[in-house]
């Protein structure tokens, strides 16, 4: 297989840039008043508008044609049936089987994997009814009213993410805490207020050797035990979410208080596993069966609608050409709901360590742009901080816009000021505001006309910046399932348009090692000579100042 920017096909889109990129969206809206209703889709609850993107129906001939040249239906049949498409690790990349609400056999190795999952499910299930029936109890006979999740990473972010979006379905007795951080302010912090006797950690970790989450358990344990006073107290308060049976057992939790996930699970793309059970224990077992059927929805979408009609393949080309063809470094996500506040830190893991890659499947360094950086915070915050830039900027600044009809929280008018806000930011950065336009209106307040001929200039916007935006009737667990698929399967049609491996993550590795190379150094006290001046001279100050 050729680069991807050897084929014809990519050369094409270069060429169509170069047509593009004199049109503005002002003038495409005029020039076609169905344009909104030819560029939307509505599916599993979402309903997108990417009418405001600088494409044309031939950019997303020519997108879908690339689309086609790398084999994206191929690539998605694959993941599908279990094929090891993780190819640096020999695994297959099966999040979709854990919300296989269809239950359809997807077999990996010749062995179907559906019974396992619902095994683990059913497992939840259960544990899910004790917690909260007070049939699990504490140590000392306390019912349990503050769970903590002890996890980094995917371990984390998912979980943390999908309890905050849903809180509004929040069981009130029980709290759920998450830490994350080897920073011991986390965990003591977290600790402070709550009361051990009452008190659940689940140390969610794949491989169960991960630093971070292991210190973190330890001093959890350390806690538990130095108020209870008991060993025995530990099978009461740590149940463990993990690949890693023998790992388990070796740190004292009882593997019976286990529940397991599989290697086809990427950490990033966890959360529809047992590493769920934070947001089971949060907002019930059937609030997030119903999450697993959104997504389940949306995975149905991605896999049979026809490109052009596919929401997932059309965000994730569309995204291909800000990146590859008009020159965008980053991508925003800007929820307007504040209960998607961590959606932009959780997507930043999902796309940055899926599509954060330099070289292709085979190995070979690419000769194009690959994931761009992503970031973003909720509406309307944002708009009082940084949406300067992506107004007036010099950068090109994709955004999604995402936001429900209607809230959980229908207080006075602020739920339509909100989604007000929603609108205009996507409407002025479509339009922009011409120097005429800046200065007739400042003439119109009454400003003398060298003045206003001098603030016209700073009160231009560009406009012509393009967005996304996603609308869903309300923010449930069924449309948050069917979110985050969608930005799952973006991701994926992403990383197969660049020829890269989505699914492993091995630049995560290199700083971990040498982290082992000079916590040793610190705990005896030497640096060793290997490192640069740099490096040196930090740890040793350091280890000289903490003495
Ligand atoms: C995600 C990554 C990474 C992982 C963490 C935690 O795709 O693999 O973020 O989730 O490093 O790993 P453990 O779950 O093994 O502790």
Same mark, same amino acid.
């Given at each position: 297989?050729?680069?991807?920017?050897?084929?014809?096909?990519?050369?094409?889109?270069?060429?169509?840039?170069?047509?593009?990129?004199?049109?503005?969206?002002?003038?495409?809206?005029?020039?076609?008043? $169905?344009?909104?209703?030819?560029?939307?889709?509505?599916?599993?609850?979402?309903?997108?508008?990417?009418?405001?993107?600088?494409?044309?129906?031939?950019?997303?001939?020519?997108?879908?044609?690339?689309?086609?040249?790398?084999?994206?239906?191929?690539?998605?049949?694959?993941?599908? $049936?279990?094929?090891?498409?993780?190819?640096?690790?020999?695994?297959?990349?099966?999040?979709?089987?854990?919300?296989? &609400?269809?239950?359809?056999?997807?077999?990996?190795?010749?062995?179907?994997?559906?019974?396992?999952?619902?095994?683990?499910?059913?497992? /939840?299930?259960?544990?899910?009814?004790?917690?909260?029936?007070?049939?699990?109890?504490?140590?000392?006979?306390?019912?349990?009213?503050?769970?903590?999740?002890? #996890?980094?990473?995917?371990?984390?972010?998912?979980?943390? /993410?999908?309890?905050?979006?849903?809180?509004?379905?929040?069981? #009130?007795?029980?709290?759920?805490?998450?830490?994350?951080?080897?920073?011991?302010?986390?965990?003591? #912090?977290?600790?402070?207020?709550?009361?051990?006797?009452?008190?659940?950690?689940?140390?969610?970790?794949?491989?169960?050797?991960?630093?971070?989450?292991?210190?973190?358990?330890?001093?959890?344990?350390?806690?538990?035990?130095?108020?209870?006073?008991?060993? +025995?107290?530990?099978?009461?308060?740590?149940?463990?979410?993990?690949?890693?049976?023998?790992?388990?057992?070796?740190?004292?939790?009882?593997?019976?208080?286990?529940?397991?996930?599989?290697?086809?699970?990427?950490?990033?793309?966890?959360?529809?596993?047992?590493?769920? =059970?934070?947001?089971?224990?949060?907002?019930?077992?059937?609030?997030? !069966?119903?999450?697993?059927?959104?997504?389940?929805?949306?995975?149905?979408?991605? &896999?049979?609608?026809?490109?052009?009609?596919?929401?997932?393949?059309?965000?994730?080309?569309?995204?291909?050409?800000?990146?590859?063809?008009?020159?965008?470094?980053?991508?925003?996500?800007?929820?307007?709901? +504040?209960?998607?506040?961590?959606?932009?830190?959780?997507?930043?893991?999902?796309?940055?360590?899926?599509?954060?890659?330099?070289?292709?499947?085979?190995?070979?360094?690419?000769?194009?742009?690959? %994931?761009?950086? !992503?970031?973003?915070?909720?509406?309307?915050? %944002?708009?009082?901080?940084?949406?300067?830039?992506?107004? $007036?900027?010099? +950068?090109? !600044?994709?955004?999604?816009?995402?936001?429900?009809?209607?809230?959980?929280?229908?207080?006075?008018?602020?739920?339509?000021?909100?989604?007000?806000?929603?609108?205009?930011?996507?409407?002025?950065?479509?339009?922009?505001?011409?120097?005429?336009?800046?200065?007739?209106?400042?003439?119109?307040?009454? /400003?003398?006309?060298? $003045?206003?001929?001098?603030?016209?200039?700073?009160?231009?916007?560009?406009?012509?910046?393009?967005?996304?935006?996603?609308?869903?009737?309300?923010?449930?667990?069924?449309? =948050?399932?069917?979110?985050?698929? =969608?930005?799952?399967?973006?991701?994926?049609?992403?990383?197969?348009?660049?020829?890269?491996?989505?699914?492993?993550?091995? #630049?995560?590795? =290199?700083?971990?090692?040498?982290?082992?190379?000079?916590?040793?150094?610190?705990?005896?006290?030497?640096?060793?000579?290997?490192?640069?001046?740099?490096?040196?001279?930090?740890?040793?100050?350091?280890?000289?100042?903490?003495?």
């Amino acid at each position: 297989m050729p680069l991807i920017n050897q084929l014809p096909q990519w050369q094409e889109l270069e060429q169509h840039w170069g047509q593009m990129c004199t049109q503005h969206l002002r003038a495409l809206f005029a020039a076609d008043p $169905q344009r909104a209703e030819r560029m939307h889709l509505e599916t599993a609850g979402l309903y997108l508008d990417y009418s405001k993107n600088l494409i044309t129906q031939e950019t997303l001939e020519r997108l879908l044609a690339l689309a086609e040249a790398v084999d994206l239906r191929g690539w998605i049949e694959r993941m599908f $049936q279990g094929e090891p498409i993780n190819n640096t690790e020999g695994r297959a990349v099966l999040h979709i089987a854990l919300r296989n &609400r269809a239950n359809r056999p997807i077999l990996v190795n010749g062995q179907d994997v559906m019974p396992e999952v619902n095994r683990v499910l059913d497992q /939840m299930r259960g544990f899910v009814e004790r917690v909260h029936s007070g049939a699990w109890r504490g140590y000392t006979g306390e019912c349990i009213t503050d769970v903590v999740n002890i #996890g980094i990473g995917g371990s984390n972010l998912g979980p943390k /993410m999908v309890c905050a979006a849903l809180s509004p379905y929040q069981n #009130g007795s029980l709290r759920v805490h998450f830490v994350s951080n080897i920073d011991a302010a986390h965990l003591v #912090g977290t600790l402070k207020p709550l009361d051990p006797a009452k008190t659940l950690f689940i140390v969610a970790s794949k491989t169960f050797t991960t630093q971070e989450t292991l210190t973190n358990a330890q001093s959890a344990r350390a806690w538990l035990l130095e108020a209870l006073k008991d060993p +025995q107290a530990v099978a009461h308060h740590f149940v463990a979410v993990s690949t890693h049976t023998e790992r388990v057992a070796a740190f004292g939790i009882d593997p019976a208080n286990m529940f397991g996930f599989w290697d086809w699970v990427g950490g990033r793309y966890s959360l529809w596993s047992a590493i769920g =059970l934070p947001i089971a224990l949060a907002v019930g077992f059937d609030r997030f !069966i119903e999450l697993l059927e959104g997504a389940h929805a949306m995975d149905e979408h991605f &896999r049979t609608a026809p490109f052009p009609e596919n929401m997932p393949v059309l965000m994730g080309l569309i995204g291909i050409w800000y990146v590859n063809f008009a020159g965008a470094k980053t991508q925003a996500i800007l929820p307007y709901d +504040q209960c998607l506040r961590y959606l932009p830190a959780y997507l930043q893991q999902g796309d940055m360590e899926s599509n954060g890659k330099g070289v292709t499947r085979e190995g070979i360094p690419v000769a194009y742009s690959t %994931g761009p950086v !992503i970031w973003g915070e909720p509406g309307t915050d %944002g708009q009082h901080a940084f949406y300067q830039l992506i107004h $007036q900027g010099t +950068q090109l !600044i994709p955004a999604d816009f995402i936001g429900a009809i209607h809230s959980h929280y229908e207080l006075d008018d602020h739920h339509p000021k909100l989604m007000a806000n929603l609108f205009a930011q996507t409407e002025a950065l479509m339009r922009g505001r011409t120097y005429e336009e800046a200065l007739a209106e400042l003439l119109a307040s009454g /400003m003398d006309e060298a $003045q206003a001929r001098f603030l016209a200039h700073h009160r231009v916007f560009p406009g012509n910046r393009p967005t996304n935006t996603i609308l869903m009737d309300r923010l449930t667990p069924y449309t =948050l399932g069917a979110l985050i698929a =969608l930005y799952e399967h973006r991701i994926f049609t992403q990383g197969i348009i660049w020829g890269i491996n989505s699914f492993d993550q091995w #630049g995560v590795e =290199l700083g971990k090692q040498l982290a082992g190379v000079i916590l040793d150094e610190i705990q005896q006290g030497q640096v060793s000579t290997v490192h640069d001046s740099s490096t040196r001279f930090l740890v040793e100050r350091f280890i000289q100042q903490r003495r």
